[in-house]
Protein backbone atom coordinates (compact mmCIF):
# COMPACT_ATOMS: atom_id res chain seq x y z
CA UNK A 1 0.00 0.00 0.00
CA UNK A 2 3.23 2.03 0.83
CA UNK A 3 4.55 1.66 -2.81
CA UNK A 4 0.93 2.72 -4.47
CA UNK A 5 0.95 5.96 -2.61
CA UNK A 6 4.46 6.72 -3.19
CA UNK A 7 3.38 5.97 -7.39
CA UNK A 8 0.93 8.80 -6.53
CA UNK A 9 2.49 11.15 -5.38
CA UNK A 10 5.16 10.37 -7.93
CA UNK A 11 2.68 10.93 -10.69
CA UNK A 12 1.11 14.22 -8.74
CA UNK A 13 4.19 15.57 -9.14
CA UNK A 14 4.72 15.08 -12.76
CA UNK A 15 1.82 16.45 -13.45
CA UNK A 16 2.37 19.89 -11.14
CA UNK A 17 5.30 19.72 -14.11
CA UNK A 18 2.98 19.46 -16.79
CA UNK A 19 0.29 21.82 -15.73
CA UNK A 20 2.77 24.21 -15.40
CA UNK A 21 4.27 24.27 -18.86
CA UNK A 22 0.54 24.15 -19.87
CA UNK A 23 -0.32 27.41 -18.24
CA UNK A 24 -3.44 25.24 -16.77
CA UNK A 25 -4.02 24.37 -12.88
CA UNK A 26 -1.50 22.27 -11.55
CA UNK A 27 -2.53 18.98 -9.17
CA UNK A 28 -0.81 18.83 -6.34
CA UNK A 29 0.70 15.79 -3.72
CA UNK A 30 -2.37 16.91 -1.41
CA UNK A 31 -4.94 19.22 -3.72
CA UNK A 32 -5.04 21.22 -6.39
CA UNK A 33 -3.63 24.75 -6.64
CA UNK A 34 -4.35 27.69 -8.81
CA UNK A 35 -1.06 29.11 -8.42
CA UNK A 36 0.62 26.68 -9.63
CA UNK A 37 2.60 25.59 -6.40
CA UNK A 38 3.59 21.73 -5.09
CA UNK A 39 1.82 21.19 -2.38
CA UNK A 40 3.83 18.91 -0.21
CA UNK A 41 3.36 18.03 3.37
CA UNK A 42 5.77 17.93 6.12
CA UNK A 43 4.60 15.79 9.61
CA UNK A 44 6.26 16.92 12.80
CA UNK A 45 6.00 15.15 16.51
CA UNK A 46 4.89 18.99 18.03
CA UNK A 47 5.16 22.38 17.95
CA UNK A 48 8.65 22.94 19.13
CA UNK A 49 11.05 26.06 18.83
CA UNK A 50 14.26 24.10 17.39
CA UNK A 51 12.23 23.46 14.12
CA UNK A 52 12.45 27.35 14.20
CA UNK A 53 14.37 27.63 10.54
CA UNK A 54 11.27 25.30 9.60
CA UNK A 55 8.32 27.60 10.64
CA UNK A 56 10.68 30.70 9.41
CA UNK A 57 11.45 29.27 6.11
CA UNK A 58 8.10 29.26 5.48
CA UNK A 59 6.84 32.65 6.85
CA UNK A 60 9.56 34.10 5.10
CA UNK A 61 8.35 32.57 1.94
CA UNK A 62 11.54 30.40 1.34
CA UNK A 63 9.20 27.80 -0.01
CA UNK A 64 7.22 29.59 -2.06
CA UNK A 65 10.40 30.82 -4.03
CA UNK A 66 10.61 27.45 -4.77
CA UNK A 67 7.46 26.72 -5.79
CA UNK A 68 6.16 24.81 -2.69
CA UNK A 69 3.11 25.32 -0.88
CA UNK A 70 4.13 23.96 2.40
CA UNK A 71 1.63 22.09 5.00
CA UNK A 72 1.87 21.08 8.36
CA UNK A 73 0.48 17.72 10.20
CA UNK A 74 1.70 18.29 13.69
CA UNK A 75 1.48 16.53 16.93
CA UNK A 76 1.19 12.70 18.39
CA UNK A 77 4.61 12.27 18.84
CA UNK A 78 7.66 11.04 16.76
CA UNK A 79 5.29 7.59 15.96
CA UNK A 80 2.50 9.73 14.64
CA UNK A 81 5.72 11.01 12.36
CA UNK A 82 6.18 8.28 11.12
CA UNK A 83 2.67 6.59 10.84
CA UNK A 84 2.12 9.76 8.40
CA UNK A 85 4.95 9.68 6.12
CA UNK A 86 4.81 5.84 5.54
CA UNK A 87 0.96 6.64 4.76
CA UNK A 88 1.71 9.06 2.16
CA UNK A 89 -0.29 11.32 3.74
CA UNK A 90 3.14 13.68 4.58
CA UNK A 91 5.89 13.16 2.26
CA UNK A 92 8.62 14.64 4.72
CA UNK A 93 9.58 14.60 8.18
CA UNK A 94 10.89 16.41 10.70
CA UNK A 95 11.41 14.39 13.89
CA UNK A 96 14.53 13.38 16.25
CA UNK A 97 16.89 10.79 14.99
CA UNK A 98 15.24 8.27 17.45
CA UNK A 99 12.10 8.32 15.33
CA UNK A 100 14.34 7.31 12.09
CA UNK A 101 16.04 4.73 13.22
CA UNK A 102 12.98 2.39 15.04
CA UNK A 103 11.25 2.56 11.72
CA UNK A 104 14.35 1.61 9.69
CA UNK A 105 14.74 -1.04 12.18
CA UNK A 106 11.26 -2.29 10.92
CA UNK A 107 12.33 -2.44 7.80
CA UNK A 108 11.63 1.14 6.12
CA UNK A 109 14.18 2.34 3.82
CA UNK A 110 14.45 6.31 4.99
CA UNK A 111 16.70 8.87 4.34
CA UNK A 112 17.95 11.94 6.35
CA UNK A 113 18.67 15.03 3.55
CA UNK A 114 19.25 17.66 6.62
CA UNK A 115 19.22 18.66 10.32
CA UNK A 116 17.90 21.74 11.46
CA UNK A 117 20.00 21.86 14.50
CA UNK A 118 24.22 20.82 14.69
CA UNK A 119 23.88 20.17 18.82
CA UNK A 120 20.65 18.83 21.29
CA UNK A 121 18.61 21.73 22.40
CA UNK A 122 17.11 20.28 25.32
CA UNK A 123 17.95 21.96 28.62
CA UNK A 124 17.17 21.21 32.31
CA UNK A 125 15.78 23.64 34.77
CA UNK A 126 15.74 22.92 37.97
CA UNK A 127 12.87 24.95 40.91
CA UNK A 128 14.19 27.70 43.20
CA UNK A 129 13.22 25.19 46.41
CA UNK A 130 15.21 22.38 45.20
CA UNK A 131 18.36 24.66 44.44
CA UNK A 132 17.81 26.45 48.21
CA UNK A 133 17.72 23.00 49.86
CA UNK A 134 20.57 21.55 48.18
CA UNK A 135 23.04 24.82 48.26
CA UNK A 136 23.49 24.65 44.17
CA UNK A 137 24.62 27.53 42.13
CA UNK A 138 23.87 27.79 38.82
CA UNK A 139 27.85 29.17 38.26
CA UNK A 140 29.05 25.44 39.04
CA UNK A 141 31.24 23.18 36.95
CA UNK A 142 29.01 21.12 34.58
CA UNK A 143 30.40 17.79 36.33
CA UNK A 144 29.03 19.59 39.57
CA UNK A 145 25.41 20.27 38.02
CA UNK A 146 25.66 17.18 36.66
CA UNK A 147 26.09 15.47 40.08
CA UNK A 148 23.13 17.55 41.62
CA UNK A 149 20.46 14.83 39.14
CA UNK A 150 21.16 12.22 41.40
CA UNK A 151 18.36 11.54 43.36
CA UNK A 152 16.48 14.36 41.69
CA UNK A 153 12.26 14.08 40.02
CA UNK A 154 12.63 16.10 36.93
CA UNK A 155 9.46 15.96 34.64
CA UNK A 156 9.55 15.27 31.01
CA UNK A 157 7.28 14.48 28.16
CA UNK A 158 7.05 11.05 28.36
CA UNK A 159 9.03 8.67 30.75
CA UNK A 160 11.93 7.27 28.85
CA UNK A 161 11.37 10.06 26.11
CA UNK A 162 14.48 11.48 24.58
CA UNK A 163 14.95 13.94 26.91
CA UNK A 164 14.40 11.11 29.77
CA UNK A 165 17.57 9.30 27.55
CA UNK A 166 19.73 11.93 26.47
CA UNK A 167 20.19 12.60 29.87
CA UNK A 168 20.62 9.65 31.84
CA UNK A 169 23.82 9.10 29.58
CA UNK A 170 24.81 12.37 30.19
CA UNK A 171 25.07 11.18 33.74
CA UNK A 172 26.59 8.15 32.80
CA UNK A 173 29.01 9.96 30.95
CA UNK A 174 30.25 11.81 34.12
CA UNK A 175 29.83 8.92 36.21
CA UNK A 176 26.50 9.67 38.44
CA UNK A 177 23.90 6.92 38.81
CA UNK A 178 21.37 7.30 36.01
CA UNK A 179 18.96 4.69 38.56
CA UNK A 180 18.76 7.70 40.72
CA UNK A 181 17.19 9.65 38.67
CA UNK A 182 13.13 10.00 38.77
CA UNK A 183 11.45 10.65 35.68
CA UNK A 184 7.92 11.88 35.73
CA UNK A 185 5.53 12.46 32.85
CA UNK A 186 4.11 16.21 32.46
CA UNK A 187 3.57 17.09 28.87
CA UNK A 188 4.78 20.81 27.69
CA UNK A 189 6.05 23.56 29.37
CA UNK A 190 3.12 24.75 31.32
CA UNK A 191 2.44 21.49 33.45
CA UNK A 192 5.87 21.66 34.27
CA UNK A 193 6.19 24.57 35.94
CA UNK A 194 3.39 23.93 37.73
CA UNK A 195 5.10 21.14 39.22
CA UNK A 196 7.87 22.36 40.09
CA UNK A 197 5.65 25.24 41.29
CA UNK A 198 3.94 22.49 43.45
CA UNK A 199 7.23 20.36 44.56
CA UNK A 200 5.96 17.57 42.78
CA UNK A 201 9.04 18.07 40.60
CA UNK A 202 12.64 19.02 41.20
CA UNK A 203 12.80 20.29 37.48
CA UNK A 204 11.72 19.63 33.99
CA UNK A 205 13.68 18.59 30.64
CA UNK A 206 12.71 20.73 27.65
CA UNK A 207 13.84 22.47 24.43
CA UNK A 208 13.91 26.30 24.27
CA UNK A 209 12.15 28.38 25.55
CA UNK A 210 11.43 26.40 28.32
CA UNK A 211 13.61 27.75 30.85
CA UNK A 212 13.05 31.55 29.73
CA UNK A 213 9.53 30.77 30.92
CA UNK A 214 10.67 29.35 34.24
CA UNK A 215 12.54 32.06 35.16
CA UNK A 216 9.99 34.52 33.77
CA UNK A 217 7.71 33.35 35.73
CA UNK A 218 10.16 33.26 38.99
CA UNK A 219 9.65 29.31 39.82
CA UNK A 220 13.87 28.15 39.11
CA UNK A 221 16.47 28.79 36.65
CA UNK A 222 18.30 27.29 33.79
CA UNK A 223 20.80 24.30 35.56
CA UNK A 224 22.08 22.82 32.17
CA UNK A 225 22.02 22.72 28.49
CA UNK A 226 23.00 19.49 27.26
CA UNK A 227 24.74 20.80 24.85
CA UNK A 228 27.40 22.17 26.98
CA UNK A 229 28.22 18.41 26.88
CA UNK A 230 30.86 18.35 23.47
CA UNK A 231 29.16 14.94 22.75
CA UNK A 232 25.88 16.33 22.48
CA UNK A 233 27.48 19.99 21.12
CA UNK A 234 28.11 18.03 17.78
CA UNK A 235 24.56 16.18 17.14
CA UNK A 236 22.10 15.33 14.21
CA UNK A 237 18.72 16.95 16.25
CA UNK A 238 15.69 17.51 14.45
CA UNK A 239 16.23 16.23 11.05
CA UNK A 240 14.20 16.25 7.62
CA UNK A 241 13.34 13.12 6.17
CA UNK A 242 11.62 11.22 3.89
CA UNK A 243 11.58 7.22 2.25
CA UNK A 244 14.39 6.73 -0.17
CA UNK A 245 12.43 5.77 -2.99
CA UNK A 246 10.34 9.14 -3.03
CA UNK A 247 13.37 10.73 -2.75
CA UNK A 248 15.25 9.04 -6.07
CA UNK A 249 11.99 10.15 -7.79
CA UNK A 250 11.52 13.15 -6.71
CA UNK A 251 15.31 15.08 -6.58
CA UNK A 252 14.73 18.35 -7.57
CA UNK A 253 11.70 19.20 -5.47
CA UNK A 254 14.12 17.30 -2.36
CA UNK A 255 17.11 19.94 -3.37
CA UNK A 256 14.27 22.54 -3.19
CA UNK A 257 13.10 21.58 0.48
CA UNK A 258 16.74 22.00 1.72
CA UNK A 259 17.47 25.26 0.04
CA UNK A 260 14.47 26.59 1.77
CA UNK A 261 15.26 25.15 4.88
CA UNK A 262 18.80 25.97 4.78
CA UNK A 263 17.81 29.54 4.19
CA UNK A 264 15.22 29.26 7.08
CA UNK A 265 18.08 27.80 9.03
CA UNK A 266 20.88 30.62 7.69
CA UNK A 267 17.89 33.48 8.33
CA UNK A 268 17.51 32.39 12.17
CA UNK A 269 20.60 32.46 12.75
CA UNK A 270 21.63 35.95 11.71
CA UNK A 271 18.09 37.35 12.29
CA UNK A 272 16.61 36.05 15.51
CA UNK A 273 14.22 39.13 16.56
CA UNK A 274 12.98 39.53 12.82
CA UNK A 275 12.52 35.46 12.94
CA UNK A 276 10.91 35.27 16.13
CA UNK A 277 8.14 38.17 15.14
CA UNK A 278 7.83 35.96 12.13
CA UNK A 279 6.58 32.72 13.58
CA UNK A 280 5.13 34.35 17.20
CA UNK A 281 1.55 33.03 16.10
CA UNK A 282 3.42 29.24 16.00
CA UNK A 283 3.65 29.36 19.71
CA UNK A 284 0.59 30.50 21.56
CA UNK A 285 0.96 32.09 25.26
CA UNK A 286 4.72 32.40 24.21
CA UNK A 287 6.26 36.28 24.25
CA UNK A 288 7.93 37.25 21.43
CA UNK A 289 10.59 38.63 23.78
CA UNK A 290 11.04 35.20 24.87
CA UNK A 291 10.75 33.69 21.57
CA UNK A 292 14.03 35.93 20.64
CA UNK A 293 16.12 35.06 23.47
CA UNK A 294 15.34 31.24 22.58
CA UNK A 295 16.53 31.97 19.47
CA UNK A 296 19.87 33.72 20.65
CA UNK A 297 20.70 30.94 22.82
CA UNK A 298 19.69 28.37 20.11
CA UNK A 299 22.24 30.27 17.55
CA UNK A 300 24.89 27.49 17.98
CA UNK A 301 22.73 25.07 16.75
CA UNK A 302 21.50 26.59 14.13
CA UNK A 303 25.02 25.77 11.70
CA UNK A 304 25.23 25.95 8.04
CA UNK A 305 22.83 24.80 6.14
CA UNK A 306 21.92 21.84 8.09
CA UNK A 307 25.23 19.95 6.85
CA UNK A 308 25.47 16.49 8.85
CA UNK A 309 28.40 14.37 9.61
CA UNK A 310 29.07 10.78 10.65
CA UNK A 311 29.93 11.51 14.35
CA UNK A 312 27.11 14.06 15.25
CA UNK A 313 25.13 10.73 13.90
CA UNK A 314 27.53 8.30 16.03
CA UNK A 315 26.27 10.53 19.26
CA UNK A 316 22.80 10.91 18.01
CA UNK A 317 22.41 6.90 18.19
CA UNK A 318 24.86 5.83 21.10
CA UNK A 319 22.98 6.77 23.79
CA UNK A 320 19.35 5.56 22.44
CA UNK A 321 21.38 1.81 21.58
CA UNK A 322 22.78 1.98 25.63
CA UNK A 323 18.75 2.43 26.24
CA UNK A 324 17.77 0.36 24.36
CA UNK A 325 14.48 -1.14 26.15
CA UNK A 326 13.58 2.81 26.60
CA UNK A 327 13.92 4.09 23.26
CA UNK A 328 13.22 1.17 20.87
CA UNK A 329 16.61 1.53 19.45
CA UNK A 330 17.98 -2.12 19.62
CA UNK A 331 21.01 -2.08 17.06
CA UNK A 332 23.84 0.30 15.85
CA UNK A 333 23.38 1.52 12.41
CA UNK A 334 25.66 2.08 9.48
CA UNK A 335 26.19 5.99 9.98
CA UNK A 336 28.52 6.35 7.27
CA UNK A 337 27.68 8.84 4.75
CA UNK A 338 25.45 8.01 1.72
CA UNK A 339 23.35 5.63 4.08
CA UNK A 340 20.74 6.47 6.11
CA UNK A 341 21.88 10.29 5.91
CA UNK A 342 23.30 12.32 2.65
CA UNK A 343 24.19 15.93 2.14
CA UNK A 344 24.07 15.64 -1.40
CA UNK A 345 20.86 17.61 -2.01
CA UNK A 346 22.34 20.43 0.52
CA UNK A 347 25.41 20.42 -1.81
CA UNK A 348 23.43 20.56 -4.75
CA UNK A 349 20.84 23.55 -3.36
CA UNK A 350 23.59 25.52 -2.51
CA UNK A 351 26.65 24.57 -4.57
CA UNK A 352 26.44 28.48 -6.27
CA UNK A 353 26.89 29.70 -2.66
Not at 69 to 95: K, P, T
Not at 231 to 258: G, H, S
Not at 285 to 308: A, P, Q, R
Not at 310 to 336: C, F, I, R
Request: proline residues 3%.
Amino acid sequence: MFKKNLIVITISTILVVLAGCNGTKSETATGTKDDQLTTITFTEPARILSLAPFYVAIEQGFFKEEGIEANISSGGGGAQVIASLLSGQAQFAISGPRSMFAAIEAGEDLVAIQSLNSALTYEIALSNQYLKDNKLSVDAALKDRIAALNGATIGTNLVGDSGDIYTRYLMKLHGQDPSSLKTVKLTGGGPKIGGMKESIVDGGISSPPFSLQVQEQGVGDLWIKLSEEPMYANMVWEVVFADKEYLEKNQDLAVKVVRAVGKGIEFTRDNPKEAAESIVSYFDGVNVKVLEKSLIGLKDTFKGYGEMNQEAWDNAQDPLVEYAEMSGVKMEHDTKPGGIWTNKYIEEAFSTK
